[in-house]
């Protein structure tokens, strides 16, 4: 996501808009059966790591990676309005309000970043 001004406007005033269209795969076909998949297919092993989704949105890439093995999954994102649908829908991930440029994490290491995210494991502190 990015974090200019105009994308933060639309996504504070739209967030559950967004959540709903981006969990319709009707309504978000690349999303839902191209984008995701190819991104998930690249994902090394998560058993017992530390994910980070960094601009995270509404929270279903971090529920993805709590759901395939992460032990704690970690969501960013820079609009309070997608982080509060995020807590709401996935309680069993942790989500923050965070600008990615300035990152308020100990010791993380970059592992993958693929398209449109970035996931970051964690090597403690998360």
Do not use: W
């Amino acid at each position: 996501m990015s974090i200019d001004d105009k994308s933060i406007k639309f996504y504070k005033t739209k967030a559950k808009e967004y959540a709903a269209h981006v969990r319709n795969p009707k309504a978000s076909v690349y999303h839902a059966y191209y984008e995701k998949p190819a991104m998930y297919a690249l994902l090394p092993d998560l058993k017992g790591k530390t994910v980070l989704s960094v601009g995270c949105g509404s929270g279903e890439d971090s529920i993805y990676l709590k759901r395939h093995g992460a032990a704690k999954s970690v969501g960013i994102d820079i609009t309070g309005e997608l982080i509060a649908v995020a807590k709401d829908s996935y309680p069993e991930c942790e989500f923050h309000v965070m600008n990615m440029e300035k990152l308020d994490f100990p010791d993380a290491v970059l592992i993958l970043p693929i398209q449109a995210s970035l996931f970051i494991i964690s090597k403690i502190g998360i």
